[in-house]
Every structure is written in C-alpha cells, then in structure tokens.
C-alpha cells in the first residue's frame, strides 16, 4: 500500500514500478476511455487457450473442437448481453475493424439501392476515415451537427434522409465528451424511413444498458479493451438477413462472413469481460457518475476558468472533459504524467502540428478552447483518494501554468 500526501493508494498497480515525477512510484490511471486494464477473471479464462488448449477451432479433431466450443460459448454469452441470437454476432480485431465492415460492406452491399449514408460530425476516426474513403468511391456522406451537449437534432437527422439514403451511423457514446445519443428517438426514425441504422457502441457497451430491440439497432460494434477485455478483439453485431457480406476474404471462419483463424484466448477473454462487465454494471456506473459528479464540482467551483464540455444528463458515467481556460492542455498532460496522473488532451492527437479536435470545434468550442481541454476517464477501480490527490495536483498545475 501506497501513501501520497496523507492518502491511501491501495491496491493499484503502478506500471512498471518506474519510478514517475518526484521519485513516485504509483499511477493514478484516469484515461480508460483509451483502454482498460484486462480484469484478471479475463485473463484467468484467457490462460488455459495459450498453452494447454491451443487448438485450431476449424480443425475436426476433438482437441480443435473444444476450441471451437469455447468460441460458440463466448459468442453465446455475448449474444445474451445484448439479448441477440449468438448468429448475429461476429468476432474481428476491435471497434476499428467492426466499424469499417459495417460502413463498408453495407454501402458496397446495397449500392444497387442507393449510395448515400447519414452520420455525424463528432465520430471517432474508424467512422470519420472509413466515411472519407467512401466518398472517393463515389458514395455520398452527410455528416449531421450537434450541439453544445454534442447531441443531434433528430428534426435534422429525419430531413437528411433521402430516397437514396441506405445507412444511419451514429455513436452511441462519445470517446472524448461522453455524450450519449437519443437512441430509441434515432432508431425510431431509421425504422419507419426503412434506413439500416449502425451504432459504434466502442465507448457504451459494457457501461449503460444497451437495448438492441428497442433502439431498432441493425448493426453494432464494440471493443473488448475498453470493457475490461484483452486488447485486439472486439465483435460485430448484424442483424439477421442483412445482405452485408464479408469485407476480410478466405476461410469459412465466422459463418464464412470473416474469415481467419479465430483469436481463441480473445474471445474467450472478451467474453469473460463483457458478461462482469453487464454482472457489475449497474453499481459500477452509480459509483462512477458519483465521483464523477465530485469531481466536476470540486474542479468547476475551485479552478478559476474551469467548466465542463458537453451534457451534464446525457454523459457516461466515467467521462469528464474539462476546459481549463487559457492553458494549454497538451503542457497541462505532460506535467500530470511526471505526477504519476495519466489523462488525455481533448485534442484527436498529439503531435506538434495537431488539429484541434473535431468532436470539440463541433459543440462550438474555439480552437484555443479547444487546446485547453482535458478528458479524464474513471474506471471501476478509480478511488476518491486518487481523485483528490488529481484535484490538488491540477489546481497547482494550471496555477503554475497560467502564471507561465
Ligand atoms: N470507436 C470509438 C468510439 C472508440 O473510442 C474507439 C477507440 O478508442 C474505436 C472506435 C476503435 O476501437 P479499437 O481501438 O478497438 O480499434
């Protein structure tokens, strides 16, 4: 057990052991919208498919098909999550990949149909590059507004949609503001347009109640490494008779529609994630949207220019995204990081020539605005201690930032 500044860090792992900033040899990990660490019951069920059961799951052999059961297994504990056939799901690589199939293969599937498809302005890269490849091959993309909540307006959702129109997708979550969508209000209009409607759920599965049925959901992604799973792995929900075919060509793997051969410990691995993750959902999220709500109220009431981005009602539980005015949040992450703090700089990435976020010049924030966001993300182990050691750390920070 660790102490710092009079608080106990019990039981988190430090990395490493590196030592971090003034000889501190602790991490104060609040970036889990990045990814989280593999829970060690994931890792547990991963174990035994590394060594003892290695088996090629499309072999006939006896030790080839208890891989091949673990598989069905996992897709069966998967489909009950969501409360779909275990058919309607497809294991890839992660939400990159579920999203690129989703968007690519549908457009390419029903181009006969039409060539247009509706999304927003606010999509995580996997939906806003695969959009842009798919505008050079001659399909039409229109990209919804949000507003400062980083919500859509559905009245404009329903104006976009042409004749031509084959696909919504919207995420169901955000990664850098954690706005949650209308979802059923989405789905609702999608169903009686007659339009397939495509969710990337990356950030919302395995933290809020997802209802597939009520929200008309067709298609799905999500992620096993941001819900507590290895990393690599991740799944397709489609719904049954979608004429979506496969977008990776060569074995019979998944119904023909994916082929390669399967990542047994993964999916056996992400399985094991998603069904705690569902078991402790509802009381890992009361406690997430408590600190959370702590936080947000500590940091807006005790950090001069401090305010929250996006909604206060329709916000992940884990999410908090901070414009600390005039500072620049890319200096403010370096600082943190030698405190041993991890978080995230609202901006898409890092580098010296990056761009402003889109997600934030979409709620209307300026570009300096813009550089002067943080995103801290809880997870289920993040504790009070460590948020208020984060606390006093960030008002000496941008103090000392400000001052500079
Ligand atoms: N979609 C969203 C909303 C995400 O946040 C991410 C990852 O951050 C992805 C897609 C990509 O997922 P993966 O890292 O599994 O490829």
Redesign the pocket.
Known sequence: MKRVAGLELAGRQNGDDRQIGRGKLFLIYLDH???TPTAPEARAAMEPYYDRRYGNASTPYEFGQKSKKAVEDARRTIADTLHVQPSEIYFT???????NWALKATMEAYSGFGRHMITTKI?????GNTCEYLRKRGFEVTELSVDRDGRISLEQLEHAIRPDTVLISI?C???EIGTIQDMKAIGEIAKRKGVLFHT?????YGQIPIDVAGWNVDML?A????FYGP????FLYMKQGLRTESMIHGGAQESGRRAGTENVPGIVGMAKAAELSFQRMEETASRERYLRDRMIHHICTEIPGAYLVGSFDHRLPGNLNICFQGIEASNLVLLLDEEGICVSAGSACNSASAEPSHVLKAVGLSDAQAYACIRMTLGRDTSAAELQYTLRTLKRLVKTLKKG
């Open positions: 919208a990045a990814t690589s992660g939400g990159t990949e579920s999203d999509e995580h890269h996997a939906i995420m979550a955000n990664n990337d759920a990356v950030q919302a992604s992620s096993s490494h941001k990393k690599g792995c991740g």
